[in-house]
């Protein structure tokens, strides 16, 4: 079982919902195999309800899972670990504080484990008290080299930098993608994210060095009656992907 996702030229990998594991084999077919499929851990009443349904569609994708926290609640960190744990996915989404959680009950360091550090209004400054209590106190902000540098502490592999609003805090995304390339560390941009600003959002990363990008576009690309992400989405990202990716 395959634990490192299949990045296009060893560059990028897509990550978006499934709504269901039939659009789960549709998405991974649509981005021909570069991508890594959200299923989200606060979808779940329990942690063994949610393994036994996570294998099923880790078994239909070549394991390419992201266990998902749920629009980044703190709340859900443990379980994503738990599940972790027992699935043995491809990505793990974390807030800053359930990174060395995951990755200790994970036993390995191949998957990818992110740690979500959000935008503060300042480049150069991010916010990581985004844990189950860190999130209710007073903002912990640091510099961005810190905090790559406490996460690569705890056993992270990339940045999840959310809510990033599109192309609204540009300028601090920018200073995060320098960071990231400066200090060989992986970025996950998401929040905002659609078929307009990816292009750019992905140029910003890939023209700063950063060497592996990992781009979250999420409720753009679902359609809102059947809450599946739309395959033919997915097809034009993977082409903006290749065109911006040599």
């Given at each position: 079982m395959k634990l490192t996702p299949n990045f296009?030229?060893?560059?990028?990998?897509?990550?978006?919902?499934?709504?269901?594991?039939?659009?789960?084999?549709?998405?991974?077919?649509a981005a021909e195999g570069h991508v890594l499929v959200?299923?989200?851990?606060?979808?779940?009443?329990?942690?063994?309800?949610?393994?036994?349904?996570?294998?099923?569609?880790?078994?239909?994708?070549?394991?390419?899972?992201?266990?998902?926290?749920?629009?980044?609640?703190?709340?859900?960190?443990?379980?994503?670990?738990a599940i972790a744990r027992e699935v043995q996915p491809q990505h793990v989404n974390?807030?800053?504080?359930?990174?060395?959680?995951?990755?200790?009950?994970?036993?390995?360091?191949?998957?990818?484990v992110n740690g979500?550090?959000?935008?503060?209004?300042?480049p150069g400054l991010v916010k990581i008290s985004t844990g189950p209590l860190s999130s209710q106190a007073a903002d912990g902000v640091v510099p961005i080299e810190t905090a790559i540098a406490l996460l690569k502490d705890m056993g992270g592999s990339s940045v999840k930098y959310f809510p990033m609003g599109g192309l609204t805090c540009r300028d601090e995304y920018l200073a995060v993608a320098e960071a990231c390339a400066r200090y060989d560390f992986w970025l996950e941009p998401t929040g905002g994210i659609d078929l307009d600003n990816?292009?750019?959002?992905?140029?910003?990363?890939l023209e700063a060095g950063v060497r592996k990008i990992?781009?979250?576009?999420?409720?753009?690309?679902?359609?809102?009656?059947?809450?599946?992400?739309?395959?033919?989405?997915?097809?034009?990202?993977?082409?903006i992907t290749q065109k911006l990716v040599q």
């Open positions: 296009y030229r060893d560059r990028v990998c897509l990550n978006v919902l499934a709504g269901s594991k039939e659009n789960a084999s549709a998405i991974y077919e959200g299923v989200l851990s606060k979808n779940y009443p329990d942690v063994a309800t949610a393994v036994a349904d996570m294998r099923d569609y880790a078994a239909r994708i070549d394991n390419a899972l992201s266990v998902g926290l749920g629009a980044g609640d703190p709340n859900q960190s443990a379980m994503v670990s974390q807030v800053f504080t359930g990174v060395a959680t995951s990755r200790a009950l994970l036993g390995q360091s191949e998957t990818v979500l550090v959000s935008p503060t209004g300042t990816f292009g750019e959002i992905l140029q910003i990363a990992i781009p979250h576009v999420y409720s753009s690309i679902i359609d809102k009656v059947s809450g599946d992400t739309r395959p033919a989405d997915v097809c034009q990202l993977m082409a």
